[in-house]
């Protein structure tokens, strides 16, 4: 089961919201430290006004108590993994992202060779 389909968006969005701006986030620290999102894109590539999106990155907000949000984006085929760090909690995101970078191509490199040998 998914259990993300239980809570809809907007009310963990508000949840949220409230937390950070109320006395809880004082006194009690959110359940996790690390967001990870998976936005899927269009598979065709998109225009406007005549122009080609070559690509489509996201962000997303480091609130109190969070130390990591790596928003997921697919578009046209490809992947965007586009990490946002709090400096204070992870002051190495560039080697972070050097290892995530590392291990995709790996994973890709291994999809191939397994494509090959069949």
Do not use: W
């Amino acid at each position: 089961m998914d259990y993300t389909e239980l809570v809809p968006f907007a009310l963990a969005s508000v949840a949220t919201h409230l937390y950070s701006q109320a006395i809880f986030a004082r006194r009690i620290k959110p359940p996790f430290n690390l967001i990870i999102t998976n936005v899927p894109g269009s598979q065709v590539p998109l225009y406007l006004a005549g122009h080609k999106l070559l690509f489509n990155m996201g962000t997303g907000p480091i609130y109190d108590g969070t130390g990591l949000i790596i928003p997921v984006l697919s578009y046209n085929g490809t992947l965007s993994i586009c990490p946002t760090s709090c400096a204070k909690i992870m002051p190495d995101i560039e080697l972070f992202t050097r290892y995530v970078r590392e291990s995709a191509n790996e994973l890709e490199l291994t999809a191939l060779e397994e494509t090959i040998q069949k």
